[in-house]
């Protein structure tokens, strides 16, 4: 996992990558994989009174997550050691949008995942995807040195969609989210 350091200086202002995907004030909202808390506590801070609810594998990271988010003095989220795939365990009500940063490349069964998370989402819900643009690992520089995934594990907007959308979801909408990432806002379709 990279450090603050490295997160700081690929998003310097994590609240507005979160606000160009949606979120919003009196959300309640799944940082699913939420790593070290990058962006649990600025949502924390932007969906208050909302709630988050963060999850993570990794004891540690979920540790540190929850120190950022004392360190900030946030009381709306709550925290699971959890995989994602077992989401609907760990969150106690239907929520307005789950995101997944800096993850969905590394999932496997990423269908089976948008599946689990369709459940867990409000009817109208959002999943928000935050990925890696498809390009050599050797150019995506952060600190002088390659970062990011393997190359060959990258995703395309339209890959993405295609493991998504069968879930039942729509897209919404794609952006950039520079310098090396984009962001995807699929809707939970209602049968």
């Known amino acids: 996992m990279p450090d603050r350091d490295w997160w700081s200086a690929l998003w310097p202002d994590p609240e507005g990558v979160l606000e160009k ?9 799944v940082d699913l994989c939420c790593g070290d808390g990058y962006f649990t ?33 946030a009381n709306n989220c709550e925290f699971a050691l959890a995989d994602a795939r077992d989401i609907a365990k760990h969150v106690p009500a239907p929520v307005d ?3 997944l940063a800096n993850t969905f490349h590394g999932v496997p069964e990423q269908t089976r ?16 995807i ?11 520089s952060v600190l002088g040195e ?12 339209e890959k993405t969609g295609a493991v998504v959308e069968p879930a039942g979801f729509e897209l919404e909408r794609v952006m950039e989210l520079p310098p090396y990432h984009y962001g995807m806002v699929f809707v939970r379709k209602d049968r």
């Open 21 to 29: 995907l949606g979120i919003s004030s009196g959300m309640s909202v």
């Open 41 to 73: 506590a600025p949502l924390s801070r932007l969906v208050a009174p909302g709630r988050v609810y963060a999850l993570d594998l990794d004891p540690g990271m979920l540790e540190r997550a929850k120190e950022e988010v004392a360190r900030h003095g």
């Open 97 to 99: 949008l789950v995101l």
């Open 113 to 128: 995942l948008a599946r689990a998370l369709f459940e867990v989402l409000k009817p109208g819900g959002r999943f928000a």
């Open 130 to 140: 935050v990925n890696w643009h498809p390009i050599p690992r050797e150019e995506t």
């Open 146 to 157: 390659p970062r990011g995934p393997a190359t060959e594990m990258r995703m395309s907007p």
